[in-house]
C-alpha cells in the first residue's frame, strides 16, 4: 500500500510538473496533502520523482524505443507518467523492483488515470522494454 499511494502521489505530480503548472517541490507537497500520503509512501514518492526527473532523457530514449510509432509528444501524459515511473523503478532506483510488480502496478494506474487503452499500451511498453532487458542484460 505504501508505494502504490506513492506511486499514485508521483504520478500526479509528474503530470502536473510536465503539464507547467508546478514545481516538483509544490506538485509533491500538494499531492502528498491531498491524497494524505504517510511519510513512508511520501519519502517514496519523493524518491521517484526527483529520480526520475535526474534521468528523464535515458527514461524517455527507453519509453520511444518501445512505444512503436508513438512519439513522446503523441502520448497521453498521465500514461506518459506511468511510464516513466516504471522505468524509474526498473532502471534508476538502487533497490530494483521486480519488474513484473512494476508492471501490473503501472497497469493499474493506468486503468485509473488513463483512458480505454491505456492499460495494454502501459503493458505492452513495458513488457517489450523488460523483454529487450532480459536478452541483453547491457540495454538501458
Sequence with gaps: MI???????????????EAGHN?????LEYNINE???PNKSAAYAEQLVQVTLDHLCDI???????????TLKRLVG??????????CEMEFLAEKLAPQIVINEAVELAKI??????????????SGYVRER???PDVQ
Design 35 to 37: 491524497l494524505a500520503a
Design 78 to 87: 498521465t500514461d506518459k507518467a506511468i511510464l516513466r515511473i516504471a522505468v
Design 60 to 70: 524517455d530514449q527507453i519509453i520511444e524505443r518501445h512505444s512503436h510509432d508513438w
Design 3 to 17: 508505494r502504490r499511494l506513492a506511486r499514485e502521489v508521483a504520478l500526479r505530480s509528474l503530470f502536473q510538473i
Design 113 to 126: 488515470y488513463g483512458n480505454d487503452a491505456s492499460g495494454r499500451f502501459v503493458n505492452g511498453v513495458l
Design 134 to 136: 532480459q536478452a541483453s
Design 23 to 27: 514545481t516538483a517541490d509544490e506538485a
